[in-house]
């Protein structure tokens, strides 16, 4: 069976939006495996003395169980290119382990720091994170991600952002775009210029 994975941000020592990586733990145990009973991670995390201070990522490794949790200081990626990709075959509706698809894509960003990955049509996410598009002061992200990320989700449930669909026709429309992900938030994560992002 496959193995699956929750990456949490780590701020000073306290574990950020735990609740919503719960959510998605359980779901996908749930979905995968059939079991009813959950995991509440905060019983699994016992946050080392060198991660009270600064941000770490922590990578918890599950199946029907717990299996793993590191702990490793986190820098964030620098992304201000993107090259659009058809991805008509990946399949990430869970947060798999196994990331070898997305690294070969990765593989073909070229001169790009990171690939956006289209598929059927539109747009999805790049080989890392979720993102979303700014037009005036409103932010949209695709209603089609290949993962239910979990800012994303705390983002669309308070109504900072807005999920569409998105097709690669469609940037011109935005004035930037931001990457999301668990360690990354909206407001840490550094504007990409659309005309950065194209075939």
Known sequence: MC????TICIRNGEA????????????TRHEVTGLIGKI???GWLDIPAKAQSGVFKCRV???ETIEKVEFEPYKMRQVQSLR???ADDVDYRYKYAN?????QLFAQRGDANDVLLVKNGFITDTSYANIVFR???KWFTPDTPLLQGTRRAFYLNEGSIVAIPIRPEMLEEF??????NAMISLEESSGILIEKISW
């Open 3 to 6: 193995r699956f994975i929750e």
């Open 16 to 27: 950020e939006r735990l609740l919503w990586h719960n959510e998605r733990l359980n779901h």
């Open 40 to 42: 509440d991670l905060s």
């Open 61 to 63: 490794t599950y199946r």
């Open 84 to 86: 659009m990709l058809i």
């Open 99 to 103: 990331r070898e698809k997305l690294q």
């Open 135 to 137: 037009k005036g002061e």
């Open 175 to 180: 004035d930037e775009a931001r990457l999301i």
